[in-house]
């Protein structure tokens, strides 16, 4: 692990090398190359990805965000209560805005102590933590630039309190039900005996809502979907024509999850150079580019005690649109 910055309140380490670097390469080779072609959504974010998506958890069709959001301004005093937590690890942790709610609450109670923020982005860390340490006197920030599906591993140990390990955004939606349960599994290992999981889960619901949400009529999504072929274009020199596939997005009824996905509009061939990759496309062959589970009360216990977790707290908005899962090791 590198060692980025060490001011005193503020810490930035990285456990990304070359061989992090290839991810993208590697994902493009394998996804690209497949019968079925898939990307996995972690690429959609890079600094304009990243953009549009904020610009998406605005949207009126958009209700995940809000609805998480009145979650925790809600139940934060109670989650740091049951919790007792005075340090909070956040997963993906992108902008600060959710985690400062728990934040504030740890204040309020008396036991803040340290945020550890993990993400790929170093200028979102230290933008986090330049923000969050001006506002909270004494507050430490240990950033870690990794990829949590990774380098849990890497992640700081405790510092002496119960600390509180954050997965929200209804991020866990992304990974199948076997990565979902291997990462659940990944991270109860991080939790000592006082610790907890906040786990945020999308629910399951009238398909027309789930549709609209990742359908908006501005047409931020389809253009947030099709961004992950400039990050191939911009990254391994290709040439996808990103004029030339439209997005789509649909609930699956069978698996209880929305996928995205692009389609080509005519048959064309693509090349990746950098990786010396040719790719064919037929008019209206799908790349699948994300799925985003939905969850149920009992179907989050299922995947918990497939991971050695118990339930403690379920906390939902009025609507029952979203769901806050806090958990500890069984």
């Known amino acids: 692990m590198r060692q980025l910055l060490d001011s005193g309140a503020v810490r930035l380490s990285s456990c990304l090398s070359r061989a992090d670097q290839r991810c993208l390469a590697d994902d493009v080779l394998d996804g690209l190359t497949r019968p079925f072609k898939e990307l996995p959504p972690k690429h959609f974010y890079d600094a304009r990805g990243s953009e549009l998506f904020e610009r998406i958890c605005e949207l009126p069709e958009y209700y995940p965000t809000r609805a998480e959001r009145e979650i925790l301004a809600r139940h934060a005093d109670e989650i740091v209560a049951a919790s007792a937590a005075g340090e ?6 992108g902008s600060p805005e959710k985690a400062r709610i728990l934040l504030e609450a740890m204040a309020d109670a008396g036991s803040l102590r340290r945020y550890v923020p993990v993400d790929v982005s170093e200028q979102a860390l230290r933008a986090a933590a330049d923000e969050l340490v001006a506002d909270y006197p004494g507050l430490e920030v240990h950033g870690l630039l990794a990829d949590f599906e990774r380098h849990l591993a890497s992640v700081p140990e405790g510092d002496g309190v119960p600390r509180l390990i954050a997965l929200l955004g209804g991020t866990i939606g992304n990974f199948p039900p076997g990565s979902r349960r291997r990462l659940l599994r990944e991270i109860r ?20 809502v789930l549709e609209a ?59 990746i150079r950098r990786l010396g990759l040719e790719v ?23 995947d918990f005690g497939a991971a050695g977790l118990e339930l403690e707290r379920w906390l939902t908005d009025p609507e029952q649109r979203f769901a806050l899962s806090l958990a500890r090791r069984r």
């Open 189 to 208: 290992s991080l939790l000592g005996e006082d610790d907890h999981l906040l786990l945020g889960t999308d629910l399951v619901k009238d398909p027309a």
């Open 88 to 93: 909070l690890v956040e997963l993906g942790s």
């Open 280 to 302: 064919r496309f037929e008019s209206g062959e799908e790349l699948r580019t994300e799925i985003s589970a939905k969850f149920t009360r009992s179907r989050v216990q299922e």
């Open 213 to 271: 949400a990742y359908n908006d009529s501005s047409g931020v999504t389809a253009e947030f979907n099709r961004n992950v072929l400039a990050v191939i274009n911009r990254e391994l020199d290709g040439d996808f024509d990103l004029s030339s596939f439209e997005h789509v997005a649909f609930f699956d009824p069978r698996h209880e999850w929305i996928e995205m996905r692009l389609r080509a509009s005519s048959p064309q061939t693509v090349h």
